[in-house]
């Protein structure tokens, strides 16, 4: 199902009404561009982890988590990038992401928690988190397009 945008009542200006049309007829393809850059960070720093998640594992007590939810989380991280950019179970991928980056979000970057030298670095990585759960929740709505193994396999 894609999201269709009603080009009779615009978004912007009369004068920059060329974007609208522009957002109308890419749609699906930038939801793929979209669906790739935002699953392509998953599935990256995901395969990093996978061989060696024993050892990824043992950094989550220091960030109040335990060690076994590693064994949960890399796979979640790859598999979700994979799908979201296959556009794969897509609403539901989007789900298990935005829980993942809740709790990436407040126990790897917990900013107001660290030294004063790591705050900044740390503050960075919490608010570009909270940037991609904003991404993910344009996917829930729109969800993953027509390109997209969500629209191959359940056509209606």
Do not use: C
Not at 84 to 93: C, D, E, K, Q, W
Not at 97 to 115: D, E, K, N, P, R
């Amino acid at each position: 199902m894609t999201i269709q945008s009603d080009v009779s009542s615009p978004s912007s200006h009369a004068l920059l009404s060329y974007t609208d049309r522009i957002a109308v007829l890419w749609q699906d393809f930038l939801l793929l561009v979209g669906r790739v850059m935002i699953g392509w960070v998953f599935l990256w720093y995901g395969w990093g982890k996978l061989f060696n998640i024993a050892g990824y594992a043992k950094s989550f007590p220091g960030r109040g988590l335990q060690e076994w939810m590693a064994y949960i989380a890399v796979p979640a991280e790859v598999l979700g990038g994979l799908f979201l950019i296959l556009g794969f179970a897509t609403r539901y991928t989007v789900l298990v992401m935005l829980f993942f980056m809740i709790v990436a979000a407040l126990s790897s970057h917990a900013f107001w928690s660290v030294l004063p030298a790591q705050r900044g670095n740390q503050e960075a990585h919490f608010w570009k988190n909270i940037m991609i759960m904003g991404g993910l929740l344009l996917l829930f709505v729109t969800s993953a397009g027509r390109f997209s193994l969500d629209r191959i396999l359940f056509r209606k």
